[in-house]
């Protein structure tokens, strides 16, 4: 286990990457967590551009009016028709017919061009990268801190519990989700109507004095639902499947094969609450964000909308379709969400092991510093600095 910088018994790299001579610092796990999200994008978002494509030509999307994007890390509302980011490009002079993923693929890069492939990218990175550096920097802040307080009250090598993960995932996301979730409502707002800067402060204000404070966190409890489990499960299974191999710095190879592993499994677990939640992002969409004018022209004055409670859009899909209803989408779900996953947790551990890399060069150069200034240990200080970095240096081959 880690040894603190007073300990008499000294750790070698590799042995604990949270001894805290070593330590990854926050600003090192927002690098490494920005460089996982646009990797994570950059790979999965042409997915979901086929997808949806193939979707709305098989008129199997849920909504006329609108439907969930995914660019590997978060969902986001977008109108149908020629507005809505995935619409086909205006350079194809006549609609395309897809007979299947790779079809789509080939015809959309041929006709449309290939950086089609990534329609929508910029603006939903403009959110996700700071809700992937909030969710991944908090994770890791809360794992150590939990972990240095259970090893406290139980001593250092004492094993660690599996709740440990659990609740280190689940208050992440719960942080990740409170801060982001307003500016995902205004950009939403902001996208759906073509607003200006100006007229959003505007809606800003209406809503507040509308609906109050709590109007900003509008479907806060389904998303909250949702990923709060989805985080507890995927960290917890990850962190197991490290300790089960008895691996403290993991490979490319190791993350992504565990990010796969631990993202399907989590997602197989959450999928009724997906279900829930893509219903009611929809329903959300259709009545506030993406309503036709002549709707609500003919509706006249508009009404207060009752919304639907989560577990009873979960009773309405269960009387509808029953248990199938609830687990709808579990296949696309996870070849979605298995390699994003994985993308996202083998590159964020590669910028770590990297950074982690750094910290040793830098912590031995500053110990042969001082014991060259002293002038005592110096001979003894040189073998162990070339040791202690080639040791970290093989370890971390990849």
Not at 235 to 243: A, C, N, R, V
Request: glycine share 8%; net charge positive; charged share 20%.
């Amino acid at each position: 286990m880690a040894r603190s910088v007073g300990s008499s018994v000294a750790v070698a790299p590799g042995e604990d990457m949270d001894d805290n001579r070593f330590r990854i610092r926050p600003y090192q796990q927002i690098l490494s967590s920005c460089s996982g999200a646009l990797v994570t994008s950059l790979f999965m978002t042409p997915l979901d551009v086929v997808k949806t494509r193939l979707q709305a030509q098989q008129k199997v999307l849920i909504s006329n009016k609108c439907y969930l994007y995914c660019n590997g890390l978060m969902d986001h509302i977008c109108p149908c028709g020629p507005n809505g980011p995935m619409a086909p490009s205006t350079n194809s002079k006549r609609p395309l017919h897809f007979t299947g993923t790779i079809d789509a693929f080939t015809k959309i890069s041929r006709y449309e061009g290939v950086p089609s492939l990534w329609s929508g990218l910029g603006p939903t990175l403009i959110l996700a990268l700071p809700t992937t550096v909030i969710y991944f920097v908090a994770y890791e802040q809360l794992r150590i801190r939990l972990k240095e307080l259970y090893q406290r009250r139980k001593g250092r090598d004492a094993e660690l519990p599996i709740w440990l993960p659990l609740l280190a995932g689940s208050s992440a996301r719960v942080l990740a989700v409170t801060i982001v979730n307003p500016l995902e409502l205004i950009r939403t707002k902001m996208q759906s109507e073509k607003l200006s800067y100006r007229e959003v402060g505007q809606a800003f204000r209406s809503m507040l004095r509308v609906q109050g404070i709590l109007g900003l966190w509008k479907g806060f409890f389904p998303t909250i639902l949702r990923d709060v489990p989805f985080s507890g499960i995927y960290w917890t299974t990850y962190e197991s499947f490290k300790k089960h191999f008895n691996v403290s710095q993991p490979t490319f190879a190791f993350s992504f094969a565990g990010g796969a592993i631990s993202g399907g499994v989590a997602a197989f677990f959450t999928v009724p609450f997906d279900v829930v939640k893509t219903h009611q992002q929809i329903a959300f969409g259709e009545q506030f964000l993406y309503a036709q004018s002549g709707d609500s022209k003919a509706a006249g004055p508009k009404k207060p909308v009752r919304s639907i409670g989560t577990f009873e859009t979960m009773g309405r899909i269960f009387q509808m379709n029953g248990i199938r209803g609830l687990f709808a989408g579990l296949t696309p779900r996870l070849v979605k969400v298995a390699p994003a996953c994985a993308i996202m947790i083998a590159s964020f551990e590669y910028g770590k092991n990297f950074f982690y890399r750094y910290n040793v060069q830098r912590y031995q150069e500053r110990k042969d510093r001082v014991a060259a200034g002293s002038g005592d240990g110096s001979v003894v200080s040189s073998s162990s600095s070339a040791s202690l970095v080639n040791r970290a240096r093989q370890i971390n081959k990849y």
